[in-house]
């Protein structure tokens, strides 16, 4: 069984550029989370979906970051403009729906910004 | 809010010394609680869980973390490290009831160990 994908692994820009990552869970899982890791830190949750639903987002940067999972399936977040603060890890994982299974996590994204 | 406590940030063992790591939560209902495991450059991987039943709690690799309820405490332990444990470890809680799903992770425990 494939793990979630994530792409790019790495990705360098300067700050106030766009930038997207992209994220295919499990097949079959409905539930997709996007995380940030700053260094020395664990995970924190950005958003959460269940199927093609945003039903967490009150920890996203809303008037920076986006997210969207058309088809309930792949996902990509996306942050315009980026910031030196947004220099991080960005994890997705998914999981079947209902509480208490655990997460899949990708590789993540390492995000620098210059 | 919810926190998640995990006061060792690195440690540093001998193979086949026993390990502990700490883990304290901050939330008095019903919880959720996983410890997570980093090997380097791989990602994030489950090593075990606890939501009801026998509070000890057997993992993969040996591991095994015991709940302890009235500490709010889910410490991680194996008798004998091996080299191949070197990672980084998360303790993680999930509220149950609140309907959110929401994961609070610790901020993690760097091992190395040494052969």
């Known amino acids: 069984e494939a793990g979630v994908v994530q792409s790019p692994r790495y990705k360098i820009i300067e700050k106030k550029q766009p930038v997207a990552f992209w994220c295919n869970p499990i097949s079959g899982h409905n539930t997709l989370y996007w995380y940030l890791q700053n260094l020395g830190q664990g995970p924190e949750l950005l958003i959460r979906y269940e199927n093609e639903e945003a039903v967490d987002d009150s920890q996203l940067p809303k008037d920076r970051f986006s997210a969207e999972r058309l088809k309930g399936v792949d996902s990509t977040l996306k942050i315009q403009p980026a910031e030196l603060g947004d220099s991080a890890v960005y994890l997705c994982?998914?999981?079947?729906?209902?509480?208490?299974?655990?997460?899949?996590f990708g590789p993540g994204t390492r995000l620098t910004v210059t | 809010a919810q926190s998640v406590s995990q006061h060792n940030h690195h440690v540093i063992l001998s193979e086949a010394a026993s390990l502990e790591l700490g883990c304290n939560y901050s939330?008095?209902?019903?919880?959720?609680l996983f410890w997570y495991v980093q090997y380097p450059g791989q990602h994030l991987q489950l090593l075990l869980k606890?939501?009801?039943?026998?509070?000890l709690v057997k993992g993969i690799k040996g591991f095994e973390a015991e709940f302890i309820k009235s500490k709010f405490s889910f410490n991680l332990r194996k008798p004998s490290v091996q080299w191949s444990d070197t990672a980084e470890y998360f303790c993680a809680v999930n509220d149950p009831t609140s309907g959110t799903y929401k994961y609070i992770f610790g901020t993690g425990t760097r091992l190395k160990v040494l052969a």
């Open positions: 606890y939501f009801s039943g026998d509070p």
């Open positions: 939330y008095g209902g019903t919880v959720n």
């Open positions: 994982a998914s999981s079947p729906s209902g509480i208490g299974y655990e997460q899949y």
